[in-house]
């Protein structure tokens, strides 16, 4: 069994994969909330498959909680690991602001074809928003 231990191994050093730790602050499960939700779940499968984390903590359950992460306005999404800590706030709607908001643009890019195809999307309000 020695044999598979070491190519088990080298395979992990080859390629470190860390761990992307989000924390969604909602008050109450509002349609803004679950927007936010939905759209950060979208981003994180085309961006961080398997390698992320979100915790969603309503503070009208939890209040305490956010005073350790300065939250002033919900939706926020607070991005905890890897450092630094990163904050949005809004419905996420907005996916290139959230790119470069959380710092994921060059995690995993996206390949020309998809991105070829995606001139235009439909926008947060039925209009169209032009992609880059």
């Given amino acids: 069994m020695t044999g598979k231990a070491p190519a088990r191994e080298a395979s992990r050093t080859a390629r470190p994969r860390k761990t992307w730790r989000l924390r969604l602050y909602v ?5 803004r909330a679950l927007t936010a939700l939905h759209n950060l779940r979208e981003i ?9 984390r979100i915790e969603v903590v309503d503070l009208l359950e ?8 300065q939250i002033v306005a919900v939706p ?15 419905d996420l709607s907005s996916s290139e602001r ?3 908001g959380l710092d994921i643009q060059e995690t995993a890019p996206v390949k020309k074809a998809a991105r070829a195809g995606a001139a235009s999307a439909p926008g947060p309000r039925g209009g169209t ?4």
């Fill in 27 to 31: 008050a109450g499960m509002t349609p």
């Fill in 44 to 52: 994180c499968e085309s961006r961080l498959p398997g390698i992320y």
């Fill in 62 to 69: 939890r209040p305490q909680l956010a005073r350790g992460d």
């Fill in 76 to 90: 926020t999404i607070v991005r905890r690991l890897p450092p630094p800590l990163k904050r949005i706030i809004g």
């Fill in 98 to 100: 959230v790119l470069v």
């Fill in 129 to 132: 928003t032009k992609k880059r």
